[in-house]
């Protein structure tokens, strides 16, 4: 079975600085997508960015970008020039990419603070 | 834009009554999903919905659990004799088939559950 590990339960950083969420991941699949989710309190889950596993590139939307080492099996978030809308959980997720629902595994989640 | 929603968004219930959680996801999404997530512990998929029936549920996903779709637009999830440890926020989720391989899971706020 696929887990999602991530071991920073809560991180903080400067508003316009740069942070780093960590994520690991367990599979025996060859193809899978991976995405990082934010939820603000209160609100609902809004996918962040996501990578297909067969890509190299690391995927970029606008200040997020990935980390993406699949030898490793690590999917990290970097978060640059932070503002403070970014204050929200995270979580990382798998998908295989076999069959038609794909429901997704999530991380624990890591709690980002944003210090004015 | 069009969103998921769920209603109620705090139930409390007692101790072996039924509940019913109720999710309207995004009109022409063809899959549907339930998720928990249990104070402190990770997103946990329950089940996915399509073409009126169960496509895929987890090992928590037991009898006491059931999934329907009754009218075409709501998309529900009973519970039918709760226990202390269904405790949790209940995400529903949808998806839209049309949108490829990367195809996004949109998530409503969550339903809290909390069982005396």
């Known amino acids: 079975a696929q887990t999602v590990t991530q071991s920073q339960p809560e991180m903080s950083v400067q508003e316009a600085e740069t942070v780093t969420l960590s994520c690991t991941y367990d599979t025996s699949e060859s193809d899978y997508y991976l995405f990082w989710y934010k939820q603000p309190p209160s609100r609902q889950m809004i996918l962040v960015i996501r990578?297909?596993?067969?890509?190299?590139q690391n995927a970029t939307e606008n200040r997020f970008s990935v980390n993406f080492q699949k030898a490793a099996k690590s999917f990290s978030l970097k978060i640059s020039d932070s503002q403070l809308g970014d204050a929200a959980m995270y979580f990382c997720a798998y998908r295989s990419a076999y069959g038609g629902a794909n429901n997704l595994f999530f991380g624990t989640g890591t709690r980002l603070t944003v210090i004015p | 834009e069009p969103e998921v929603t769920q209603t109620p968004s705090h139930q409390v219930t007692q101790m072996g009554q039924e509940v019913i959680l109720r999710c309207v996801p995004i009109s022409n999404h063809l899959y549907f999903y339930w998720y928990r997530q249990i104070l402190g512990q990770k997103v946990e998929f329950l089940v996915s919905?399509?073409?009126?029936?169960?496509?895929?549920k987890s090992e928590i996903f037991d009898d006491q659990f059931s999934v329907e779709r009754p009218d075409g637009s709501n998309f529900t999830l009973k519970i039918r004799s709760t226990k202390l440890e269904d405790s949790a926020m209940y995400f529903c989720a949808s998806k839209d088939w049309e949108q490829g391989p990367l195809n996004e899971q949109f998530f409503g706020p969550g339903t809290r559950l909390t069982v005396l």
């Open positions: 990578q297909e596993a067969y890509k190299q």
């Open positions: 919905f399509y073409n009126n029936e169960i496509s895929e």
